[in-house]
T-cell receptor, first 110, second 114 residues
Framework: QQPVQSPQAVILREGEDAVINCSSS?????VHWYRQKHGEAPVFLMI?????EQKGHDKISASFNEKKQQSSLYLTASQLSYSGTYFC???????????FGSGTQLTVLP | DAGVIQSPRHEVTEMGQEVTLRCKPI?????LFWYRQTMMRGLELLIY????????DSGMPEDRFSAKMPNASFSTLKIQPSEPRDSAVYFC????????????FGEGSRLTVL
């Protein structure tokens, strides 16, 4: 069963912030975040393994709430290069495979 | 370092024909994944291998699909016979481990079945 992502699409102006949410109906072992630009392959952003873990890279960060079985990706002071589709991937405690959500299309306008 | 290499990049075929997609994972990676991406269904995991052994093929749509990994540096995904609904981008990805590891994706094989 796929994790649920929200929102489905976001349009921002350069410099604005955005939050993308990912939730699962099953207990999570880990959460991955990937970004895919049009016509390209998904590229890894980060992985969160522990409940309560937060990670950051540049102005993109994420948190993992194990109890709520959800993760959020935070993009602050967005840049044009942030445009793309963001996918969360979840690994369940009981199963190994990485299952992706339906994606959030992020568009950053000048 | 070469990334994950997939071939062909584009394939156009007619319904009923056999299609074989190929993947060479990154050297040293012991897990390999096949995903299919469509607008309607997003990124679906078809099958994954760990140390060349298929671990979970529950995502393979039906018997028309088969995947093999004869050695650590090569995998194939075969569709026989192909149908128009198989049209999609097929991605191969590899990782150093089958859990907790970053997935490195190939550039994908875009399949169109007429």
């Amino acid at each position: 069963q796929q994790p649920v992502q929200s929102p489905q699409a976001v349009i921002l102006r350069e410099g604005e912030d955005a939050v993308i949410n990912c939730s699962s109906s099953k207990a999570l072992y880990s959460v991955h975040w990937y970004r895919q630009k049009h016509g390209e392959a998904p590229v890894f952003l980060m992985i969160l393994l522990k409940g309560g873990e937060q990670k950051g890279h540049d102005k993109i960060s994420a948190s993992f709430n194990e109890k709520k079985q959800q993760s959020s990706l935070y993009l602050t002071a967005s840049q044009l290069s942030y445009s793309g589709t963001y996918f969360c991937g979840t690994e369940w405690v009981a199963a190994r495979q990485l299952t992706f959500g339906s994606g959030t299309q992020l568009t950053v306008l000048p | 370092d070469a990334g994950v290499i997939q071939s062909p990049r584009h394939e156009v075929t007619e319904m009923g024909q056999e299609v074989t997609l190929r993947c060479k994972p990154i050297s040293g990676h012991n897990s390999l994944f096949w995903y299919r991406q469509t607008m309607m269904r997003g990124l679906e995991l078809l099958i994954y291998f760990n140390n060349n052994v298929p671990i979970d093929d529950s995502g393979m749509p039906e018997d028309r699909f088969s995947a093999k990994m004869p050695n650590a540096s090569f995998s194939t995904l075969k569709i026989q016979p192909s149908e128009p609904r198989d049209s999609a981008v097929y991605f191969c990805a590899s990782s150093f481990t089958d859990r907790d590891g970053e997935l490195f994706f190939g550039e994908g094989s875009r399949l169109t079945v007429l």
